[in-house]
């Protein structure tokens, strides 16, 4: 790997800032988990799209559902600050490990986790727990596959909220054609189509890429933000160091396979009640353009920037999230 395209990557890996810090624990019960940092919240396994899902569920099954997406490189975990506020306001909620993370399965095809892939798994969550509709709610990756979902199975959308990234209108060319043309060929993004590259370099010193990727700390010896714990972070190195880093990659290489099968989409709109939650400290947001958003959406549309939040936003500013999450959701009269 040449100079800039070492430094490319280093910036992929170097992102954020924010605040929020419990203690980790599980213990498990029967062939369920419940995690001390969520009371009531259990893990189980849900079969779904030919896959299987390892999701963390709390609040009573017949309430509103609210369904969980995390990013990259996270976990259903990416959302502990959460879940149980939903479950205490009301809500039925799901966070799963999605495809190609933690304890769910991880398809060994590059294809399998295309858009559609990845939205009909959130939908057959639904179809577990016996719901017609649910509020989508997902950060990073999370959020294109929430925003996605809206726009592919709008009938199942009571819903949808994107955290970090806005919904974004749908481009006239390929992505990595774009990426190219704007950032050049050693930009992060082009590098993660090349099945095997990032990979060994990421699963080469998990610790050191989760760290980086969470904190833009460089220095191992530096103490962590207040914001994740290093039993937290050990907690996501645990998981990656099992799983590698192959399967959430994949979402990377599935761009220009999303937009070459999904030409129904120009020109298509969310009508379900949107959400955005944005952070002033986000390195991203100047790429992300929400000012756009109304050329996708054309429901009842709200966007909240929290000063100081980075990207990790669930994490670093939970007790904001929470209020603008739960005033969204309380406002809708959500049902099954």
Request: with cysteine; hydrophobic share 40%; proline share 7%.
């Amino acid at each position: 790997m040449g100079r800039a395209s070492a430094t490319s990557f280093q910036c992929a890996l170097g992102v954020l800032q924010a605040t929020a810090r419990p203690t980790f624990g599980s213990s498990p019960v029967g062939n369920r988990v419940l995690y001390w940092i969520v009371p009531r919240s259990a893990e189980r396994s849900v079969d779904v799209n030919g896959i299987t899902l390892r999701v963390t569920e709390a609040g009573k099954p017949g309430n509103p559902v609210v369904v969980l997406a995390h990013g990259f490189p996270e976990l259903a975990y990416s959302w502990r600050h959460q879940i149980g506020p939903l479950a205490d306001a009301g809500y039925h909620v799901l966070a799963p490990d999605q495809r190609g993370y933690g304890g769910s399965s991880a398809p060994a095809a590059v294809e399998d986790y295309d858009i559609h892939a990845l939205t009909a798994d959130l939908v057959g969550l639904l179809d577990d727990a016996g719901a017609a509709r649910a509020a989508f709610v997902g950060h990073d990756w999370g959020a294109l596959v929430v925003w996605q979902t809206a726009l592919l199975h709008p009938e199942r959308v009571a819903a949808v909220a994107g955290l970090s990234v806005p919904p974004i209108p749908r481009p006239r060319s390929t992505p990595t054609k774009r990426w190219r043309e704007k950032f050049g060929a050693d930009f992060y993004m082009l590098q993660f189509q090349e099945p095997g590259r990032a990979d060994a370099q990421m699963a080469a010193d998990p610790h050191a890429t989760m760290r980086s990727m969470f904190t833009g700390i460089a220095d191992p010896a530096a103490p962590l933000p207040a914001w994740i714990t290093e039993d937290e972070l050990a907690h996501y190195v645990r998981e990656f160091s099992r799983t590698g880093f192959t399967g959430a990659l994949n979402w990377y290489r599935n761009y220009d396979r999303n937009w070459e099968t999904t030409p129904q989409l120009a020109g298509a709109r969310i009508t379900a009640p949107a959400l955005f939650i944005g952070g002033t400290a986000d390195p991203i947001k100047d790429t992300m353009a929400p000012e756009r958003a109304t050329e996708v959406v054309t429901g009842p549309y709200r966007q909240e920037m929290i000063e100081g939040a980075g990207h990790w936003i669930q994490q670093d500013s939970a007790t904001e999230v929470n209020r603008i999450l739960l005033e969204f959701l309380d406002g809708l009269e959500l049902s099954r």
